[in-house]
């Protein structure tokens, strides 16, 4: 574990996350780092995590340049598949909340396959940006009389994190992550970058050209944002968010 930035990150091998308790674990890159400058609950819900994972490049450099330590960066897409594979060998339950039923419908015929000894439920919640208490209870509902071992959330950051963060206490689950995209990444919705790309640190290049639109302001905002960020904490001991 380091302190980056008022973060506590974790850096060990995803083997050692201990699974004799409920934890939750999300990532952090960037973006979601300069969100969380401005939304209060998307930062505490990031701070209050159990595992938080230095999902992206910037985290990475941030490490090596303040703190001179070296990390590796550890995406959604590999503790998404890091605990398919701890699942399958122990016959787990796994849940997934978030996205359309169609999308849902391709990762449990792709999981039936590849990971046939995992017993998977899903359930897509509606798509907005609040939901009212009703709505909040069945999903909980529907989560807790399947109770999973696992428990994937994919809501899109900040929402899914908040949205962790404001449930914990009611979420009948061992593990709870939040991995966003990679619903779609694993329905085969969205084409994950090469190991081409991801081994020299731009996974995010090939994702921008294919969805300029909407990676845009991630890119190309909240990026020299954060990289400033850095430099002020090396030069002054504190940020500019």
């Given at each position: 574990m380091i302190n980056l930035l008022g973060?506590?990150?974790?850096?060990?091998?995803?083997?050692?996350?201990?699974?004799?308790?409920?934890?939750?674990?999300?990532?952090?890159?960037?973006?979601?780092?300069?969100?969380?400058?401005?939304?209060?609950?998307?930062?505490?819900?990031?701070?209050?995590?159990?595992?938080?994972?230095?999902?992206?490049i910037g985290i990475v450099w941030a490490s090596q340049f303040l703190l001179g330590k070296k990390i590796k960066k550890i995406a959604g897409a590999d503790v998404h598949l890091h605990?398919?594979?701890?699942?399958?060998?122990?016959n787990f339950k796994i849940f997934y909340l978030g996205a359309s039923d169609q999308t849902l419908s391709k990762i449990k015929k792709r999981i039936t396959i590849e990971f046939p000894n995992c017993n998977v439920a899903t359930f897509s919640p509606p798509f907005k940006s609040n939901f009212s208490e009703k709505e909040n209870e069945i999903m909980l509902q529907e989560i807790n009389s399947f109770q999973p071992d696992i428990l994937f959330v994919g809501m899109t950051a900040p929402k899914q994190e908040k949205w962790v963060f404001h449930n914990?206490?009611?979420?009948?689950?061992?593990?709870?992550?939040?991995i966003g995209a990679v619903?779609?990444?694993?329905?085969?919705?969205?084409?994950r970058a090469s190991p081409f790309w991801i081994k020299i640190g731009l996974e995010w290049l090939p994702r921008?050209?294919?969805?300029p639109k909407r990676l845009f302001?991630?890119?190309?905002?909240?990026?020299?944002?954060?990289?400033?960020?850095?430099?002020?904490?090396?030069?002054f001991g504190k940020g500019i968010l």
């Open positions: 973060f506590n990150i974790y850096i060990n091998d995803l083997s050692k996350v201990e699974l004799d308790r409920k934890i939750i674990i999300n990532t952090i890159n960037p973006h979601s780092y300069c969100i969380s400058k401005k939304e209060v609950v998307f930062q505490e819900s990031l701070k209050n995590s159990n595992v938080l994972l230095p999902d992206g605990f398919l594979n701890i699942a399958n060998q122990d914990k206490e009611k979420i009948n689950a061992r593990v709870i992550c939040s619903f779609d990444f694993y329905a085969g919705n969205v084409k921008l050209i294919k969805e302001y991630r890119n190309f905002i909240s990026t020299p944002k954060f990289i400033l960020e850095v430099i002020s904490f090396k030069i």
